[in-house]
Structures are given as C-alpha cells and as structure tokens.
C-alpha cells in the first residue's frame, strides 16, 4: 500500500453517480440515522459517499386504523406484521431503488437471528453492491410468505433476540460503510487492520509512559518501527489464538495454503 496521501474524493453532486444507498423499511423511522450521523459514518453520509432512504412501514397501511399487524394463525402470544402492508413498503423501495441508476439492484435482507452471520466477507460483499433494502420487523416477525414472495435473505448479527430488527439494521450499514471507498483516511485503511487480516486487535497504548505503576511495553517506545510490527504481529497472533481458536485456525490455513514467501 501507497504511503502518500490520496486525495480527498470531491464531495458527490446530485447528478454524480448514486452512492451506496440503504434503504430502511422500520416501524420507527426516528431511530435512523441515529448513531449513524455522528463520527465517521455522519462525515460519509454528509458528503455523500452513502445515503439512507428511511420508510415509515405504517404509510403503507391502507385499512382506516393503518394495522401493520395481526394475530398470528394458529394463536399464540403476540402480533405478527402483514403481508400485504409490506409488500406494499417493499414494492416502494425497490420502485426507489431503480430510479436513477441502471445498476444491478439491492438485495432485500430481513434483520433476524434465523439469518446467516454477519461476518466482514459478507460486509464486503455488501459494499461492492449499490447498496441495500433492509427490513426491520418488530413484535413477533413478518409473514413468512413475504420473505418467499421477494425472495429476501435473512442476515443474523449475532446469537440473540432483540426487540425489534432496527439495531442489527444500524450495525450491518455501519459495518459496510467503513469499507467504502473514501469513507476512512488512507492511513487507516480497513485492509490494514488486524481483523482484516483474519486477526483479532494487538493492544494499543498511549501517553502517559507510565500509569499507575503500569509501563508501556518497552518496544513500543524504542522506535525501532521494524521491532514495533513484529511485536504487534506477534501479538495479534497469541490473542487471537488464545480468544478465538475457530479464527486462529482459518487464519493458519490461509497463510499457509498461501505460501511461505508471503
Ligand atoms: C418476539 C417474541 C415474543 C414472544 C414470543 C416469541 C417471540 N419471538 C420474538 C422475536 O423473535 N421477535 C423478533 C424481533 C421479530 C423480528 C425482529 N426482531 C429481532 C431481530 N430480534 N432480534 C433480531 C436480530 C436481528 C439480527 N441479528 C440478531 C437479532
């Protein structure tokens, strides 16, 4: 990788290409940007590298009490969202989506534990696309006939239930907006993290030298920058095969079928 700055891209005009775009279809429009606007993905999302296009499921209620939802056949607690309501907020945002760009289009993706992991692959893959329509259910799910209808994939954040898909939502764009291109300085470019690399973080330290009675690693203030990475790969290397055996295994084998001249 180049050590010279690349030059900050122009921000995006309304007639440039479309950005990455995600496409929220929530019951609770107020929840995004939300953390989304400030920091690093507020600056992209300011200057254009992604949009979002946020759509209140409820304006898509036709009946005169606007239900998004209903009782679930075959009883049981709770309330279980309406196909036709969306089906109807789906058939907007993928009208939305072709507008504007003859790009291939977005996949539909459902927030739900019974999904396939979330994993940085998938975040890449994600990014490469013209973004994404993401589906947020609430109360007990969706129909499952819509999931079939639309042909939408389930994407799971982790092993555990939230109350509604909004925050899986918020963490798979934040996610895949670090990787776009221009979004993190050159200096900070996700292909040279640690996990990028299939390895969990070395430790990071900063002044003062010493804190209570704790002295930063000796190497880290020598300057020897060629010691310094070794010691931070090494690192890197005994935590993530100490915390995580299932990475520490893909990453040997990787290296490995990769070759000793690398
Ligand atoms: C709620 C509920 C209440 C009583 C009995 C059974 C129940 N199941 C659920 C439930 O699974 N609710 C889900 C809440 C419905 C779909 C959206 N919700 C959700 C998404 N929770 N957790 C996620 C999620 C998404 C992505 N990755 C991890 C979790």
């Known amino acids: 990788m180049s050590e010279h700055a690349a030059p900050r891209e122009a921000p995006r005009t309304a007639s440039g290409p479309a950005p990455w775009t995600a496409r929220v279809l929530t019951l609770f429009p107020e929840m995004f940007p939300g953390p989304l606007g400030l920091s690093l993905a507020g600056k992209a999302l300011e200057r254009g590298i992604w949009a979002l296009d946020v759509l209140d499921i409820?304006?898509?209620?036709?009946?005169?009490h606007r239900a998004v939802d209903d009782a679930p056949f075959g009883g049981g607690a709770g309330m279980v969202m309406r196909p036709d309501v969306l089906d109807a907020a789906l058939a907007a945002a993928k009208a939305r989506?072709?507008?504007?760009?003859?790009?291939?289009?977005?996949?539909?993706?459902?927030?739900?534990?019974?999904?396939?992991?979330?994993?940085?692959?998938?975040?890449?893959?994600?990014?490469?696309?013209?973004?994404?329509i993401l589906l947020c259910g609430r109360y007990e799910g969706v129909d499952e006939r819509?999931?079939?209808?639309?042909?939408?994939?389930?994407?799971?954040?982790?092993?555990y239930v939230l109350s509604g898909g909004e925050p899986a939502a918020l963490v798979l764009i934040d996610a895949v907006v670090r990787l776009l291109p221009g979004v993190m300085g050159n200096h900070e470019?996700?292909?040279?993290?640690?996990?990028?690399?299939?390895?969990?973080e070395y430790p990071h330290y900063t002044r003062p030298a010493e804190w209570q009675g704790r002295k930063v690693p000796e190497v880290l203030v020598s300057g020897h920058h060629e010691k310094v990475r070794k010691w931070r790969q090494a690192q890197a290397e005994r935590i993530t095969e100490q915390r995580r055996p299932d990475l520490w295994a893909?990453?040997?084998k990787d290296r490995d079928d990769e070759g000793p001249d690398r």
């Open 146 to 159: 819509v999931l079939e209808a639309h042909g939408i994939a389930e994407l799971s954040i982790g092993d």
């Open 250 to 252: 893909r990453y040997v």
């Open 97 to 132: 989506a072709a507008k504007g760009s003859g790009r291939a289009t977005a996949p539909v993706i459902y927030l739900s534990p019974r999904g396939r992991l979330l994993d940085r692959a998938l975040a890449r893959e994600l990014a490469r696309g013209p973004g994404a």
């Open 189 to 200: 470019s996700p292909a040279e993290e640690s996990f990028e690399r299939g390895l969990l």
């Open 58 to 64: 409820r304006d898509f209620a036709r009946d005169k």
